[in-house]
T-cell receptor
Framework: GDSVTQMEGPVTLSEEACLTI???????????LFWYVQYPGEGLQLLLK?????DKGSNKGFEATYRKETTSFHLEKGSVQVSDSAVYFC????????????FGTGTLLAVQP | GAGVSQSPSNKVTEKGKDVELRCDPI?????LYWYRQSLGQGLEFLIY????????KSGLPSDRFSAERTGGSVSTLTIQRTQQEDSAVYLC?????????????FGPGTRLTVL
């Protein structure tokens, strides 16, 4: 069945460091791919998305490119801030009868000043 | 406009008791989803509603779990005879339609603790 694998955390970085959180997926067809973020004490919210191969999603300085050949959707940011500290979830969406998001296990990012 | 709201925010119950968790989706959103977030299992899909019907109940872990949605709006997730393994954060999400392509809006969750 469909699944998402993302790198284990926690990831600890200093402010202004580069970030990459790896995400790979297993799915038939062409799912949409997402990164959701959960800030401390807040609900899960959509960070960015890509709906087809080679699409790049971007938001708040974060980017991820839908790579069909490597079945990947890695999250990147060139310069992280303390306010980026959160748990990041990679997810894929299967439409049709199921219409559900399938999430990775989440990666905790801690950015130190 | 208001986002997805859930109540209660926290619920502590004794093993064997029944609990009801409520979700108010964003007004006008026809699709509603329940997920469970627990330490050992990550984020798991439980059930999906389109309007008042549930085309996919595949994620409900046992027959102790049930959910309903009325008036195409409020949904209630009921857990009967709670067990300690039911302890988790229960998240509700809604989307404008089933074809919302995964852009779901999540509520703050209900943290359930079964003693």
């Amino acid at each position: 069945g469909d699944s998402v694998t993302q790198m284990e955390g926690p990831v600890t970085l200093s402010e202004e460091a580069c970030l990459t959180i790896n995400c790979t997926y297993t799915a038939t067809g062409y799912p949409s791919l997402f990164w959701y973020v959960q800030y401390p004490g807040e609900g899960l919210q959509l960070l960015l998305k890509a709906t087809k191969a080679d699409d790049k999603g971007s938001n708040k300085g974060f980017e991820a490119t839908y790579r069909k050949e490597t079945t990947s959707f890695h999250l990147e940011k060139g310069s992280v801030q303390v306010s980026d500290s959160a748990v990041y979830f990679c997810a894929l969406f299967r439409g049709g009868a199921t219409n559900k998001l399938i999430f990775g296990t989440g990666t905790l990012l801690a950015v130190q000043p | 406009g208001a986002g997805v709201s859930q109540s209660p925010s926290n619920k502590v119950t004794e093993k064997g008791k029944d609990v009801e968790l409520r979700c108010d989706p964003i007004s006008g959103h026809t699709a509603l989803y329940w997920y469970r977030q627990s330490l050992g299992q990550g984020l798991e899909f439980l059930i999906y509603f389109q309007g008042n019907s549930a085309p996919d109940k595949s994620g409900l872990p046992s027959d102790r779990f049930s959910a309903e949605r009325t008036g195409g709006s409020v949904s209630t997730l009921t857990i009967q005879r709670t067990q300690q393994e039911d302890s988790a954060v229960y998240l509700c999400a809604s989307s404008l339609s089933a074809s919302g392509r995964g852009e779901q809006f999540f509520g703050p969750g209900t943290r359930l603790t079964v003693l």
